[in-house]
């Protein structure tokens, strides 16, 4: 009896073994098939649903309001061209992190006139109360057309 439990409990072992030596391989095949066939490297970049919000010409005088973005009154954006990479363009919720008043651009940063929070060009806070930068969401442009999407 003592000599069969032995010999399952070392069979068990065996087989829990070799099982966690396959999962590596397994999962590593899995991977090489999903990108052999054009897998997004993210499942969350599949996801992404870009809507157009506006041109890059819309941006000529300074950053550019586009309210109701997503068609569905859950966001304002601020669209600015990014301080610090040229041609390239940031899209920035109006809502102050604070407590959900609405940003203004003021010629060189954004202000929150419930309670005084401010936020550089790129949305990082440079004033409290708020104590978060303003959400960014994800941007493309293509042929002068700037696409948002929610991340
Ligand atoms: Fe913007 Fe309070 S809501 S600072």
Known sequence: MYSNR???LRWLALGFGALMGLLPALARRRFDRALAQGAPASPKAAELQFV???TVADL???PFKVENAFGDNTATLWLVKD???ANSVL????TCPHA???VEWRGKNFVCSCHGSAFAADGSRTR???DADLTAYKVKVEKGEIFVART
């Open 60 to 62: 000529e005088k300074g």
């Open 128 to 130: 409290g109360p708020a």
């Open 6 to 8: 032995r010999g399952f």
């Open 91 to 94: 899209a920035l919720d109006a």
């Open 83 to 85: 301080p610090k990479k």
């Open 100 to 102: 959900g008043c609405e």
């Open 52 to 54: 157009k919000v506006a």
